[in-house]
């Protein structure tokens, strides 16, 4: 198992304690689930959106890595919430709270629980791009082909 070493500061005391630390469920889990750092329920009407501290801070460092917060499949699918982003993008150089946009996308009121996993948090590599400007590219096969041009089926 290779495990990359991660700065991590608890911004809140209830990490740790009425709220878990975060941890992969399983050895094969690409998440760490986030939870709500909440000191009471926080109620989603239909088509809120919240932003929801986490009680902590990663500092990654390394440009080669990032971090994607996800939703949870079973809150997204059950429940209607989501990312208000859809997809957050943690710097390597972000040092601030890790913070969730919570979207009830759905129909029905939802209630956040204060240590509530969220959504999850997972460690991808990054290239840095250094553009060369050109003229013209190599040719390729699809060409400026694209948004449905090889069809449906
Ligand atoms: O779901 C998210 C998305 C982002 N962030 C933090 C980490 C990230 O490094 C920083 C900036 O995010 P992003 O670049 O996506 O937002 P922006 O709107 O471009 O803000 P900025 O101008 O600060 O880059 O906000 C979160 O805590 N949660
Ligand atoms: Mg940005």
Known sequence: MTRKKLQIRVLDERIGKSIAFPAYATDGSAGLDLRACLS???VLEPGDTQLIGTGLAI?????????LILPRSGLGHKHGIVLGNLVGLIDSDYQGELM???WNRGQTRFTVEPGERLAQLVLVPVVQAEFEVVDEFDSSHRGTGG???????
């Open 147 to 153: 948004f449905g041009s090889t069809g449906r089926n």
């Open 40 to 42: 009471q329920p926080l």
């Open 100 to 102: 969730v946009s919570c």
């Open 59 to 67: 500092h990654i460092a390394d440009p080669a890595l990032a971090a």
